[in-house]
């Protein structure tokens, strides 16, 4: 990605968020461990991009319902799900629903993450969502 973007990563595990944090080097990162914490950091400040993982732990809801939210409140912001379900209805569900502009399975790779960003974001700007 040519431009530096702000981009919130949300995932409970600080692990996936390190390497998160890495493959997004020279952009503006900031990180949240659960949903919550993403809402908070997305009412403080503006994103170009969230990069939510699916699963949270237990009473945190799922990061689908997340970007959800985060669709409902902040349309502009491109929102990238992160699974390592197998369960192709989780893809087809956040993609058809229109609150995930990108679903990407697990692992990922830090070039094949940046280049899923860097066509959203490009489109996004375009004025084409899809």
């Given at each position: 990605?040519?431009?530096?973007?702000?981009?919130?990563?949300?995932?409970?595990?600080?692990?996936?968020?390190?390497?998160?944090?890495?493959?997004?080097?020279?952009?503006?990162?900031?990180?949240?461990?659960?949903?919550?914490?993403?809402?908070?950091?997305l009412?403080?400040?503006?994103?170009?991009?969230?990069?939510?993982?699916?699963?949270?732990?237990?009473?945190?809801?799922?990061?689908?319902?997340?970007?959800?939210?985060?669709?409902?409140?902040?349309?502009?912001?491109?929102?990238?799900l992160?699974?390592?379900?197998?369960?192709?209805?989780?893809?087809?569900?956040?993609?058809?629903?229109?609150?995930?502009?990108r679903?990407?399975?697990?692992?990922?790779?830090?070039?094949?993450?940046?280049a899923?960003?860097?066509?959203?974001?490009?489109?996004?700007?375009?004025?084409?969502?899809?």
């Open positions: 990605m040519d431009a530096v973007h702000a981009i919130l990563i949300c995932d409970d595990d600080a692990d996936t968020r390190a390497a998160l944090r890495r493959a997004l080097r020279g952009h503006h990162v900031t990180e949240a461990a659960t949903p919550s914490e993403g809402l908070a950091a009412r403080a400040a503006r994103f170009d991009a969230v990069v939510s993982d699916f699963r949270f732990g237990p009473g945190e809801g799922d990061g689908l319902d997340f970007l959800q939210t985060v669709c409902l409140q902040w349309p502009a912001t491109v929102r990238v992160l699974s390592g379900s197998p369960d192709l209805e989780v893809a087809s569900r956040a993609v058809a629903g229109g609150a995930v502009d679903y990407v399975r697990k692992p990922w790779t830090p070039d094949a993450l940046r899923t960003l860097e066509l959203v974001l490009q489109r996004r700007g375009d004025g084409d969502l899809r």
